[in-house]
């Protein structure tokens, strides 16, 4: 199975987590930060992935490292659970619609971790959770899983509805990209 456990601490967090990249239905998330977790947990379910955070991170400051920081442990945890990635689908694309709101979401795990984010959040905040903390959690979520990820937002006003688009299309966009349909490497390169 295609899994990883990965631990982080620093002085601003401490988080722990448990991917499963083969496994359905089991997520665990506690990151303090109602709204966030409710987000991580859509993204497991759309990804088909089992996921566990527990998250440790002083929100007495604000959500910001935490946030910023579990992006980091999920997109490490991401790229270890790939392994040497034989086999994958490698692109996904999706377009997710939530009410009022559409998001396309495109990405490729090509080893080089970039991203493109044109979403504006009509609402600075949705619960506690800051909504600039959006593209700073995919930032360091493609960075550091080495994804080439694209995140459009379409249209949409209601600021809930976007972030929830967004996390929804990411997650099937990822689930496609890692599902296996091969054999090989997809890369004329021979390499991810």
Sequence with gaps: MRKAVFERGTKESIINIDLNLDAKGNSKISTGIGFFDHM???FSFWAGVSLQVDCKGDLHVDGHHSVEDVGICLGQAIKTALGDRVGIARYGS????MDEALVHCTLDI???GFLVFNAEMPAQLCGTFATELVEEFFLAVAHNAGITLHINLDYGKNTHHIIEGI???????L???ISVTGTEVSSTKGLL
Excluded at 94 to 97: G, I, K, L, R, T
Excluded at 167 to 173: I, S
Aim: net charge positive.
């Design 94 to 97: 999706v377009s997710m619609p």
């Design 40 to 42: 991580l947990d859509l």
């Design 110 to 112: 090509s080893g080089r």
């Design 175 to 177: 689930g496609q990209a």
């Design 167 to 173: 996390f929804k299309a990411f997650g099937r966009a």
